[in-house]
């Protein structure tokens, strides 16, 4: 039996180790070379200065999928804009050992059935889900129109013309009658604040940016047979460190493993995708069947649902609804479900807490890598290898206890007061999150009457369905506040949101408008519903542990009240957007 009460006040007081008056402000951005493309040469190439009917910011999915869906609309001029040397977004940069996804492959890599492929396990590695970008672009003409090692410095409106005038760091100056932003929040790679940092005098690099040249091995998963004489520390327990550890543990002379708050590891279970199997499910309009189920059984209420994915986001929801399945209908009011859901999550995490004591040989290290929180705090990691590798004799935990690393000197990192010296430091410490839009993509976007996004988000985010902003005309923004807010499988929320673009993008055309926008009212009317559903911040629980998802545990400014998503659920949203489009209304724009 659980002992609730005892559980909370440790979350608390795990919460409060992590406590800190900087909030997001500890991290500092990676710039200059240090963020270079090591993975591609970047090619000579004459500046554009001709005319698009679409031009988007960003190759990863976001920019693939509306892509894709904009080509079957008939839209064959799609210029997509990156600073990566090819498409992937986040997968281009993130080919460190062990990459993969979280999510399971048949509802995370996009456009598998219009592409054909079928993916080789349930979790694929990095390699393989870069290649299905490649797929993507290849299979849709994107590559045709594509301008790569690129960064847009400039979006501005042309009222006059009715076209967005764009420049960017290659010379560019080129107009597209409408544009898509798709940056994403994984693309800015920040570095700890720790002290001393810049003046360490071994090797170090961030892992989106890996150095095979140093550490030896590739992305396809060769040995990193360059480590054996070398004493690494990784800095960072989150998903990507997770995924590293195993890989580094196998090959380095001495491995520490710098821990704040250690991340809840479930197992993962990955295994090869039977082709038998697959040929078997794979009939028309196998995988949006797929993405709604998986966001079904997670979102959709508490009915009993098929579930199709059987991962560990899925097993979250199955505990909850076989709880909610034994009380009578009639006594099923908020209070109740509130506590099915708690009951669920602190079984969950017991569980998980026990698996590292199965796992783990030695006991203090075993206590050290339990986490102390509810599961939804912090992302929530699986891992069949990550706990298993501090069995290694080579490889130490350097717990800090919720501080971080102290200090780094010329040769070695501080914790707790005791030097370790080391040859190499690896910063698995993730990508810029909490930063204003415009921070993050580089630009301020220009729209009607010299608005800039930046004052018409001023004091917070304001859009219909996440995708339309009053006063950027043309202007289609590919990301998840506002609609979904789907964070366990993040493309879904591209996917509804390209295709919703490309339609209202041929509907501009069939009405003979030149241009698209969301009315005043019609955004405010959306800001309005998603504000009726309240707070819905992990702040707002006091022993959940600070970390990207909740502000590092800070106050939130008034304007992130609005990071919101609809406020019925993911699944919810997505029954509404397809209604939405199926109208032919397009209730809230305007064309003209």
């Not at 990691?381 to 010329?410: M, P, W």
Request: proline share 5%; net charge negative.
């Amino acid at each position: 039996m659980i002992d609730k009460e005892t559980t909370k006040a440790r979350y608390r007081a795990e919460r409060d180790k992590r406590l800190r008056a900087d909030g997001t402000a500890q991290y500092h951005r990676l710039a200059g070379e240090v963020v270079a493309d090591p993975y591609a040469p970047v090619e000579p190439r004459e500046p554009k200065t001709d005319h698009v009917t679409f031009a988007f910011v960003g190759g990863g999915f976001a920019g693939l999928l509306t892509g894709a869906r904009l080509v079957e609309a008939g839209v064959k001029d799609v210029r997509i804009v990156d600073k990566a040397g090819d498409f992937g977004g986040a997968w281009y940069w993130n080919r460190y050992p062990g990459a993969q996804c979280d999510t399971a492959s048949m509802v995370y890599m996009p456009l598998l059935e219009e592409t054909g492929h079928r993916p080789t396990e349930k979790y694929a590695h990095a390699p393989e889900i870069r290649a299905q970008c490649q797929r993507i672009g290849q299979h849709y003409g994107l590559y045709d129109h594509a301008l790569f090692h690129t960064e847009v410095t400039d979006l501005t409106w042309d009222d006059a013309q009715s076209v967005w005038r764009i420049e960017t760091d290659r010379g560019d100056a080129f107009t597209a009658q409408f544009i898509g932003l798709g940056t994403g929040p994984l693309h800015v790679p920040k570095l700890p604040g720790i002290p001393g940092i810049e003046s360490f005098k071994g090797h170090s690099f961030h892992t989106s940016r890996w150095d095979y040249d140093y550490t030896g091995g590739d992305p396809l998963g060769a040995p990193l047979s360059k480590l054996a004489d070398k004493r690494v520390a990784i800095i960072g327990t989150g998903a990507t460190g997770i995924q590293c550890v195993p890989h580094l543990a196998k090959t380095c002379g001495q491995l520490f493993v710098c821990q704040r708050t250690p991340s809840s590891v479930d197992v993962r279970g990955n295994a090869p995708i039977d082709p038998d199997w697959f040929a078997s499910i794979a009939t028309p309009g196998w995988q949006q069947r797929w993405l709604e189920n998986f966001t079904d059984n997670q979102t959709g209420g508490f009915a009993t649902t098929e579930d199709l994915v059987q991962d560990g986001w899925t097993d979250m929801w199955r505990r909850v609804r076989a709880r909610i399945e034994n009380i009578p209908a009639e006594e099923r009011d908020l209070a109740v479900i509130v506590e099915a859901l708690e009951d669920s999550d602190f079984e969950k995490m017991d569980e998980i807490r026990a698996r590292v004591d199965a796992v783990v040989d030695d006991a203090a290290t075993a206590q050290r890598l339990k986490a102390w929180y509810r599961q939804l705090c912090k992302r929530p990691c699986f891992h069949d290898a990550y706990l298993q590798a501090f069995n290694n004799s080579n490889v130490s935990l350097l717990d800090t206890d919720g501080k971080g690393v102290e200090r780094i000197t010329e040769t070695a990192i501080v914790v707790a007061g005791v030097e370790y010296p080391v040859d190499c430091v690896i910063y698995a410490s993730g990508f810029e999150m909490g930063s204003p839009y415009t921070e993050r993509a580089g630009f301020d976007l220009v729209g009607r009457e010299s608005l800039a996004l930046s004052a018409a988000w001023s004091d917070g985010m304001r859009s219909l369905h996440g995708v339309y902003v009053h006063g950027f005309p043309n202007a289609f923004f590919v990301q998840a506040t506002q609609g979904a807010a789907l964070i366990s499988n993040v493309p879904h929320n591209y996917t509804e949101a390209g295709r919703s673009i490309a339609l209202v993008v041929a509907e501009t055309f069939k009405r003979g408008a030149s241009r698209v926008e969301v009315t005043q009212d019609g955004q405010d009317k959306w800001v309005e519903v998603l504000l009726a559903g309240g707070p819905r911040n992990l702040l707002s629980l006091p022993d959940c542990t600070p970390g990207y998802y909740n502000n590092e545990g800070q106050p939130l400014s008034p304007a992130a009240r609005y990071a919101v998503g609809y406020p019925q659920g993911p699944a919810a949203y997505f029954r509404y957007l397809e209604g939405w489009r199926k109208s032919g209304a397009f209730e809230g724009l305007a064309f003209e």
